[in-house]
T-cell receptor, first 112, second 113 residues
Framework: NAGVTQTPKFQVLKTGQSMTLQCAQDMNHNSMYWYRQDPGMGLRLIYYSASEGTTDKGEVPNGYNVSRLNKREFSLRLESAAPSQTSVYFC???????????FGSGTQLSVL | DQQVKQNSPSLSVQEGRISILNCDYTNSMFDYFLWYKKYPAEGPTFLISISSIKDKNEDGRFTVFLNKSAKHLSLHIVPSQPGDSAVYFCAASAPDSWGKFQFGAGTQVVVTP
């Protein structure tokens, strides 16, 4: 009964390094999302994929790219990490776009 | 420009009493509202939702009230239990934003014995 699985749970990067956050869901959901959470702010949408084969920008897409690899997997890539990208990242999925979200446990990312 | 605001960052309540969490929004197009609960080191989990055609929705100890004219919703937890200690987020979406939920900053609830 895994739900939404994110890896890694923790990561420390140096400025300019790249990395990919992985997310997989086993609920056969059509839509997937990447959010970031910063202190004193709500979760902000980075990118989403309404269905397999589509991706769209959210509220804060700059500095990120995504890939919807298949129906189960949605990855988030930081090409050149910046300190402003220090945050907690959550992957989420939903049965369809606009329906309630199921979240992974998050990735704590620090960029030094 | 935060369209969903939770103005109380924290709330302390005694076990057995009522917890009332508030959420205000500015976008009159919002028609679907959700509450999420988050424990440390875990992702948010869905708690309860309400659509704009209703003004109240109940699920066990949790009730959400929606006042569209005031652009305000609230979550009531009765009675509060120690396991309710968590951060609570409200979220909202509009038909034209196609699933892009706007989240409030959260309210930390602490239930004391």
């Amino acid at each position: 009964n895994a739900g939404v699985t994110q890896t890694p749970k923790f990561q420390v990067l140096k400025t300019g390094q790249s990395m990919t956050l992985q997310c997989a869901q086993d609920m056969n959901h059509n839509s997937m999302y990447w959010y970031r959470q910063d202190p004193g702010m709500g979760l902000r949408l980075i990118y989403y994929s309404a269905s397999e084969g589509t991706t769209d920008k959210g509220e804060v897409p700059n500095g990120y790219n995504v890939s919807r690899l298949n129906k189960r997997e949605f990855s988030l890539r930081l090409e050149s990490a910046a300190p402003s990208q220090t945050s907690v990242y959550f992957c989420a999925s939903s049965e369809g776009i606009g329906e309630k979200l199921f979240f992974g446990s998050g990735t704590q990312l620090s960029v030094l | 420009d935060q369209q969903v605001k939770q103005n109380s960052p924290s709330l302390s309540v005694q076990e057995g009493r009522i917890s009332i969490l508030n959420c205000d929004y500015t976008n009159s197009m919002f028609d679907y509202f959700l509450w999420y609960k988050k424990y440390p080191a875990e992702g948010p989990t869905f708690l309860i939702s309400i659509s704009s055609i209703k003004d109240k929705n109940e699920d066990g100890r949790f009730t959400v009230f929606l006042n569209k004219s005031a652009k305000h919703l609230s979550l009531h937890i009765v009675p509060s239990q120690p396991g309710d200690s968590a951060v609570y987020f409200c979220a909202a979406s509009a038909p034209d934003s196609w699933g892009k939920f706007q989240f409030g900053a959260g309210t930390q609830v602490v239930v004391t014995p």
